[in-house]
């Protein structure tokens, strides 16, 4: 005899579509890319299908191995993956969200491939790596016109071609970057790492010699890196394979045992005269090679994104179908506050990432204004969503109870995943001092910057009210870098906001506004105050 029933357990959110929302599609239309919705929506019930999610999950709880020598103990340096991670790379090329932007020419493609990142990344984190790196690297490419004539339309190929072999034999290629070293970390100028010119081999190649101390997707076709040529801090173009098909001087040491992002490899590097060669022109390293991280940073603020919109709709979901003490969750006045203002966060978010990509997408196109709106935009929106993601996912997944607290759940694996965008491309100090720079040695960033803001001038007096402090707290330069976190943040939610208020859900931004600029709430989630329409919120919130 049975004995219990199961009863009052939330059904599958496998099969819905998780990843997108109202503001996702309201994004892609203010943004100039509505005819992407179609694809888009397809993409995200694809990633939240049974195939793909078991995918994803194999390619997390059985992670890259490394192979550094075959049996006869000659050196491979080679990274093996589950066929599922190679599945998974292919439907992200195939999809346009590596470097097929660069190589499209209609206006919006660099939104709509944004709203696929965020769709697709339902599936899984990890292989968004490589994928990200691959689509940055074809700006900081094109300083080096002849390299770019030979590679870009590789990295821009919708062919996924996994394997070491020379590069221009291949359909398509997936490239890496590589920058960091054991004493400096983001501080990329102390790199010990040397590039001598090559005189010998007459191909204007170099020779690098020293160590990277994390390496992501070290299977990459091609990598940019960092080094110091005579005439300083250079940035160069290094291929796993040499053209005439012989393994290049790339030895990996071992892989990262890291907190989550599983299915990717980390690794640590050794080059012992690999051949490289320049992009841009020595000693301009960081210059040529931050085209490419302002680019990666900008997906780290659409994983922030999609991180937050994953765990709003998990803990809507669950709310939606769990009843306690008579009535659904979500119908539980302190439980619709929670999951109200995680709906807020998540919704806010999608907001300025997509007008950010909007913003990238017409600076690549031409437009000075928005280029300059992009610097300072992206640093403070990089700063501030990742920061907030690890504690949004937290409290979404104790909206789960202890369901949310075991594996099969998917929470965990969120959780985990949440991290690594605040580090990644410059933790938290790195970017909100790249911002309070941006502001003061480049006064059309400020300007543009500043004009956004002011767009929304009028529209709400808290708003106006946080405008005008933050325009003071600027006015102070006594310990700038002291307070670089607290004017970061206040510029990210005064950029939400405007956003809002200009373009969103007239509900959401004044839920917004007046918690996040005019001070009505707690330190926690779920201390919205009386009189906030979350029923609106939730509603635009819920899963389809």
């Known amino acids: 005899m049975a004995t219990h029933d199961v009863r009052n357990q939330v059904p599958p959110i496998l099969g819905h579509d998780i990843s997108t929302s109202p503001a996702l599609f309201e994004g892609l239309r203010l943004e100039g890319a509505s005819d992407a919705e179609a694809g888009v929506r397809e993409l995200a019930l694809l990633g939240n299908s049974e195939r793909w999610q078991e995918a994803g999950r194999l390619a997390n709880d059985h992670p890259p191995v490394l192979r550094t020598h075959d049996r006869y103990g000659n050196r491979v340096d080679e990274v093996d993956y589950l066929p599922q991670y190679h599945d998974l790379m292919r439907v992200a090329v195939e999809h346009g969200l590596h470097g097929a932007p660069w190589a499209d020419p209609r206006p919006g493609a660099h939104v709509a491939r944004a709203a696929k990142v965020i769709a697709w990344g339902v599936a899984d984190a990890g292989h968004l790596c490589p994928i990200s790196m691959t689509y940055a690297a074809v700006p900081a490419l094109r300083t080096a016109p002849e390299l770019a004539a030979q590679y870009e339309q590789l990295l821009t190929s919708g062919d996924y071609d996994f394997g070491l072999r020379a590069p221009l034999g291949k359909r398509g290629l997936i490239a890496g970057m590589s920058m960091t070293e054991k004493q400096g970390g983001s501080d990329v100028r102390a790199n010990t790492t040397v590039a001598m010119p090559d005189r010998a081999a007459g191909d204007g190649g170099y020779r690098l010699t020293g160590h990277k101390w994390f390496t992501s997707a070290p299977m990459s076709d091609l990598f940019l890196t960092l080094a110091q040529a005579p005439g300083g801090l250079s940035c160069f173009l290094l291929p796993r394979v040499l053209p005439d098909g012989a393994r290049n001087a790339f030895f990996l040491q071992r892989l990262k045992d890291k907190l989550g992002n599983k299915s990717n490899a980390s690794a640590e590097v050794e080059y012992d005269g690999a051949v490289a060669w320049l992009v841009g022109e020595e000693g301009r390293g960081v210059a040529t090679i931050i085209e490419m991280v302002?680019?990666?940073?900008?997906?780290?603020?659409?994983?922030?994104?999609?991180?937050?919109?994953?765990?709003?709709?998990h803990a809507v979901h669950h709310a939606m179908h769990r009843f306690a003490f008579g009535r659904a969750l979500i119908d539980q006045p302190a439980m619709a506050n929670v999951l109200a203002d995680l709906a807020l966060?998540?919704?806010?978010?999608?907001?300025?990432?997509?007008?950010?990509?909007?913003?990238?997408?017409?600076?690549?196109?031409?437009?000075?204004?928005?280029?300059?709106?992009?610097?300072?935009?992206?640093?403070v929106t990089k700063y501030w969503l990742c920061k907030r993601l690890a504690g949004h996912t937290g409290e979404a997944l104790e909206c789960l109870g202890g369901n949310g607290y075991v594996e099969e759940s998917g929470m965990p694996r969120l959780?985990?995943?949440?991290?690594?965008?605040?580090?990644?491309?410059?933790?938290?100090?790195?970017?909100?001092?790249?911002?309070?720079?941006?502001?003061?040695?480049e006064p059309e960033a400020a300007e543009a910057f500043f004009a956004e803001l002011d767009a929304a001038a009028g529209a709400d007096s808290r708003y106006d009210d946080a405008l005008a402090m933050l325009r003071k707290e600027l006015a102070d330069p006594e310990q700038a870098h002291y307070r670089a976190r607290r004017v970061a943040e206040q510029m990210a939610q005064l950029l939400q906001a405007s956003l809002l208020l200009r373009r969103g859900s007239p509900a959401v931004a004044d839920a917004f506004v007046a918690t996040r600029l005019g001070g009505d709430r707690g330190l926690a989630y779920g201390t919205l105050p009386v009189g906030v329409d979350t029923a609106t919120i939730l509603e635009r919130a819920r899963v389809s």
């Not at 302002?294 to 765990?311: E, K, S």
Request: aromatic share 4%; glycine share 6%.
């Open 294 to 313: 302002n680019m990666t940073r900008l997906d780290c603020a659409l994983m922030a994104a999609a991180g937050m919109r994953l765990a709003t709709a």
């Open 415 to 441: 959780y985990r995943e949440a991290p690594l965008v605040s580090i990644w491309e410059g933790s938290g100090n790195v970017a909100a001092l790249d911002a309070l720079r941006a502001l003061t040695r």
């Open 345 to 379: 966060e998540s919704e806010a978010a999608t907001a300025v990432v997509l007008r950010i990509a909007g913003a990238v997408d017409r600076a690549v196109r031409g437009d000075v204004q928005e280029k300059a709106f992009r610097r300072v935009a992206l640093a």
